[in-house]
């Protein structure tokens, strides 16, 4: 008995210096750090995050902490940004320094560690400077993309025509069209809305983000380690995007059978034509791993992204008829019913480019944005961030800023339109977040919201299966990706 008691004196004592140990780390760390609420060993802030969800959480800290703050997700401690000027001192004025890509367990296992999103340094430097002349190369931007844009369009159009005015669920089709454009400039492909096996990996793709915006994502995100290995429905986020890698590993073994340096088809060949020129280089960042991730998360990013904008913008244009008919004004003086919408119509069409922002800022489809590090120590807002210390700027908390948009919580085309109607600018348009680390898809994804919502309501007219006044389109998750929730649409030819 006696040895019994003195076993568990050992380890009480034992787990009290853990313990001490633990908070004296944290309390000698934290010194300098912006504040926040005390962690728990192990567990971090997760109980506070959780109290209300993680993103309200992040959000009401803020309240308490300032728009900077220190948050721990597990045992990682994070810097959190709130609002339009923090943000901004992060991703613009001190953007040369919060250049790194902080911590994300979740993409970390998707692309294996590799790939644009998750290189630092010269490494990613040189891969981004690739990516960016390879897809311009490729039209992205320029009017020679306008075209398959424009395509993709009218199988949109064809295939709303054929529910002859039937009320469908339009969700997997448009990721189909969104894909396809990627497609197009990364695998010279295109994929037809009956290819089964196709639209099962953009049901797989979307289900998958439910699952990472949902509290089983969030804690993966807070505990890797454990999660991990523990069963649930986190694992299943992992499975449903295999059938995509594979897709990717497939095309760009095609492409190394068929290369031709002289001829580069697309973003894979010109890749591959790099590889080889740089084949006796140990540390070139240009090997097959980097290759297909980088081409997983461009699918990933560009396709997913731009058609969750895509189906939120359906939904409003559902949700607000009178909107829908304005709409429809500007686009029969302008373009008319008989040609094909182009990109340079987009100057004359204010209205049409104040709703696709507004559509763009209220959807906030990546409402967490993408976390940054430190790539040296600096000194933000009096507070010392050490070198390597992640840094998360809330893009949401930008976007719904009351100091950039008079109301922010609601859907109003004003925030992008002046007194006489002419489109205007707005500094707290951040959704592609920005400074030398924005998204590198930003000039593609305007091009294609821009001619396929005006292709469609060029042909169209959109009602809801039930009052506009009852429908309710706030995302169904909240997490990484706000989620559209699925209603069914009539598509109504208006020819």
């Known amino acids: 008995m006696a040895v019994l008691n003195s076993i568990t004196v050992c380890l009480v004592g034992f787990a009290t210096i853990i313990i001490v140990l633990f908070y004296a780390r944290i309390i000698w760390r934290r010194r ?16 506070q995050l959780r109290s209300e969800g993680l993103l309200p959480s992040l959000i009401k800290m803020a309240e308490i902490y300032g728009p900077v703050y220190t948050i721990h997700f597990g045992s990682r401690p994070t810097v959190i940004v709130v609002g339009y000027q ?10 040369d320094i919060f250049l790194g890509r902080g911590t994300i367990p979740v993409f970390e296992r998707f692309y294996n560690n590799s790939g644009l999103t998750l290189l630092n340094g010269e490494h990613w430097r040189q891969m981004r400077q690739f990516s960016l002349l390879t897809l311009k190369d490729f039209g992205m931007g320029k009017k020679s993309l306008e075209e398959p844009i424009q395509v993709e369009a009218q199988h949109l159009v064809d295939y709303f025509r054929s529910s002859n005015k039937q009320p469908i669920d339009p969700s997997t089709n448009l990721s189909c069209a969104a894909s396809n454009i990627i497609a197009s400039v990364l695998v010279g492909t295109r994929y037809e809305y009956t290819d089964q096996k196709w639209m099962k990996i ?18 993966y995100d807070m505990f890797p380690t454990i999660m991990h290995y523990l069963p649930g429905p986190h694992t299943k986020m992992f499975d449903l995007l295999k059938e995509l890698k594979e897709v990717v590993k497939e095309n760009v073994k095609i492409h190394e059978e068929t290369v031709d340096p002289s001829c580069p088809r697309d973003y894979i060949d010109c890749f591959l034509i790099r590889m080889r020129q740089e084949n006796l280089d140990s540390k070139s960042c240009f090997d097959k791993t980097n290759l297909i991730a980088t081409v997983f998360d461009m699918f990933l990013g560009g396709a997913e992204t731009t058609s969750v904008t895509l189906h939120f913008g359906i939904l409003h244009f559902i949700k607000y008829p009178e909107i829908q008919e304005k709409l429809h004004e500007e686009i029969d003086q302008v373009i008319g019913n008989t040609r094909e919408p182009k990109v340079e119509d987009r100057s004359r069409m204010p209205y049409m ?20 590090s430190a790539t040296r120590d600096v000194t933000l807002r009096g507070y010392k961030i050490p070198k390597d210390m992640d840094v998360l700027p809330v893009l949401t908390t930008v976007l719904r800023d009351p100091s950039q948009f008079e109301t922010p919580g609601k859907f109003n085309i004003n925030h992008f339109l002046d007194e006489n109607g002419k489109f205007k600018k707005n500094n707290g348009f951040m959704p592609f977040a920005a400074g030398k680390r924005a998204c590198v898809g930003e000039g593609l994804v305007h091009m294609q919201l821009f001619i396929f919502f005006t292709t469609i309501l060029q042909k169209f007219t959109l009602k809801s299966v039930v009052d506009p006044k009852d429908l309710d389109i706030s995302p169904t998750e909240s997490g990484i990706e706000n989620i559209p929730p699925s209603h069914k649409v009539i598509f109504i030819p208006r020819d």
């Open 202 to 219: 953009l049901h797989d793709m979307r289900h998958s983000f439910e699952i990472i915006s949902s509290v089983w994502g969030q804690m």
């Open 32 to 47: 300098k750090l912006p504040p926040g609420p005390f962690p728990m060993p192990l567990l971090g802030n997760f109980l």
């Open 86 to 95: 923090a943000v901004r001192e992060v991703l613009i004025d001190l953007g």
């Open 353 to 372: 480019n104040a709703v696709i922002h507004e559509i763009q800022r209220i959807s906030d489809v990546l409402p967490m944005g993408c976390i940054r």
